[in-house]
């Protein structure tokens, strides 16, 4: 009896290994499944993203400096020549929302 006892419960030892190491096994599957999706959606983004001249970033980031520093008539003003030299780059959809912002800040003032 006491045989029996011992066999069955190293069965069950055995048996709960077994699926637990399937599990991770699975897992680990779903992990590397989830990293190929990511890595090729994050390539799909670069390549649509259109590349921004640095000139234009500088802009972009002064105007936004200038935002931030509580000066939104200098953040309007370089936002406009962002927009009047770069009519069709990467950042000037971002550029015109930021005007609008800089334009109700600048009314509540």
Do not use: H
Not at 65 to 85: C, D, K
Request: include cysteine.
């Amino acid at each position: 009896m006491k045989a029996l006892f011992w066999i069955v419960l190293i069965a069950g030892a055995a048996g709960c290994v077994y699926w637990w190491r399937r599990w991770r096994q699975r897992e680990d599957e779903r992990e590397r499944a989830a990293e190929q999706r990511f890595a090729a959606a994050m390539a799909q983004v670069k390549a649509e993203v259109a590349p921004v001249d640095p000139a234009q970033r500088l802009l972009f980031e002064a105007a936004g400096r200038a935002g931030e520093a509580n000066e939104p008539a200098l953040a309007i003003q370089l936002y406009a020549r962002l927009i009047s030299r770069f009519p069709d780059g990467a950042l000037v959809a971002q550029a015109r929302t930021a005007v609008e912002l800089q334009k109700k800040k600048l009314a509540k003032a």
